[in-house]
Structures are given as structure tokens and as C-alpha cells.
């Protein structure tokens, strides 16, 4: 079974440029999450879907940050204008959710770099 | 803004030692969870407890959780080169809002 698809592995964009990251989820997963993930932290959770709602939004910069997820499957995220700050890892994880025992499967990730 | 913290930021041991993480967060949680991340595979789910649950195995891995102290404990036993990795717990509140903490950076050496 294939696992969650992250694209581009890598991204270099001068400031103010504007970046998209797609990800497809493991199919039949219902849970959709974007992750940031600064240089020796914990990934911090910037957006959550569930199908294709977003249910927990509340940690992504909405002035720059966009996201969607089409027909409940694969997602984008989005950041225009990108800012210095913004370079970090970008994950993205899917799970199916069965109550409370819900374990995250994560793609590779996104390695964004704004010079 | 995270809600998990761990200790020791970073713990370097000999292969065949074992190694402790702890886990301390500030919610009401129904599940923790940890996970591994390596440059290599990612973030790799590695074992959940529920809330109502004290310890839990899996393999070289055992887990407890103290609710009352809000805190969770990995123990990794006979620990081997591979087992290098960033931990992190994480733990899931309302619905499947899944928060991680800081992670602890695990280094085994030969």
C-alpha cells in the first residue's frame, strides 16, 4: 500500500514569491493534517480535515496561509507572500479514524527554504 | 503553540543500554502516543496507551502513562545503533487533534 505522497521533497523561493506543496493522503483515510516542523522542535499542527472540512484551523497565519482539500482526498497548502520565517519542514499525515485510536501515517515532508 | 514537553532534550547512551524519554503535557488527553523520526523514514508511528490504560509493551519498547501526573514514560531496552532517532510524543485531546511535544534527540553509540 502506497503511503502519503508529498511533492516537492525540496523547495528554495526568494521572499514574497508564493509556494504551493501538494500532498496525497493514504487512500480511505478520512483525517488529513498539515504540519510545520521548525530545526529541533516538535511538528506543530496548522491545519486539520476532516473529509473535506477543515475542523482546526486555528495555528495557520490565514494573511499568507491557504489551504484546501478537493473532493476529501488530496490537499495543497499554500503561502503567498512566503516571509524568511516560513522556512521549515511542511508534513502532511492522514489516519482513519475510529474512534479515538487514530494513528498518523506522514509523508516525507517538504523542505521549504525562503532566502 | 505546543502542549508536550520532553525530557531529556538529548541522551546519548552505549549500544545494549537502555533509554528513558519522558513525557509531560497539560490536557485532558484519550490517547499518547510516540513516534520516531530519522532522516531516513520520517515520522514513524511507534505505539499508542489510551487514557485509561498504565503500560504498555511492544517488542524493546514499553510505555506508561500517569494520567494524575499528566506525564508518559518510553523505555527503550537493549538499545542498538538503529534505534537513533528524534522521539516525540503525542497525544490526542478533542477529536483527532493530534498534539506533539518537543521530542527528545536519542543517540546510540557503538
Known amino acids: 500500500e502506497a503511503g502519503v505522497v508529498q511533492s516537492p521533497r525540496y523547495k528554495i523561493i526568494e521572499k514574497k514569491q508564493p509556494v504551493a506543496f501538494w500532498c496525497n493522503p493514504i487512500s480511505g483515510h478520512n483525517t488529513l493534517y498539515w504540519y510545520r516542523q521548525n530545526l529541533g522542535q516538535g511538528p506543530e499542527l496548522l491545519i486539520r480535515?476532516?473529509?473535506?472540512?477543515?475542523?482546526?484551523d486555528s495555528q495557520l497565519p490565514k494573511d499568507r496561509f491557504s489551504a484546501e482539500r478537493l473532493k476529501g482526498v488530496d490537499s495543497t497548502l499554500k503561502i503567498q507572500p512566503a516571509e524568511l520565517g516560513d522556512s521549515a519542514v511542511y508534513l502532511c499525515a492522514s489516519s482513519y479514524s475510529r474512534g479515538w485510536d487514530t494513528e498518523a501515517f506522514f509523508g516525507q515532508g517538504t523542505r521549504l527554504t525562503v532566502v | 503553540s505546543q502542549q508536550g514537553e520532553e525530557d531529556p532534550q538529548a541522551l546519548s547512551i552505549q549500544e545494549g543500554e537502555n533509554a528513558t524519554m519522558n513525557c509531560s503535557y497539560k490536557?485532558?488527553?484519550?490517547?499518547l502516543q510516540w513516534y520516531r523520526q530519522n532522516s531516513g523514514r520520517g515520522l514513524v508511528h511507534l505505539i499508542l496507551i489510551r487514557s485509561n490504560e498504565r503500560e504498555k509493551h511492544s517488542g524493546r519498547l514499553r510505555v506508561t502513562l500517569d494520567t494524575s501526573k499528566k506525564s508518559s514514560s518510553l523505555l527503550i531496552t537493549a538499545s542498538r545503533a538503529a534505534d537513533t532517532a528524534s522521539y516525540f510524543c503525542?497525544?490526542?485531546?478533542?477529536?483527532?487533534?493530534?498534539?506533539f511535544g518537543t521530542g527528545t534527540q536519542l543517540k546510540v553509540e557503538l
Open positions: 480535515y476532516e473529509n473535506e472540512e477543515a475542523v482546526d
Open positions: 490536557t485532558s488527553i484519550n490517547n
Open positions: 503525542a497525544f490526542t485531546g478533542g477529536g483527532n487533534k493530534l498534539t
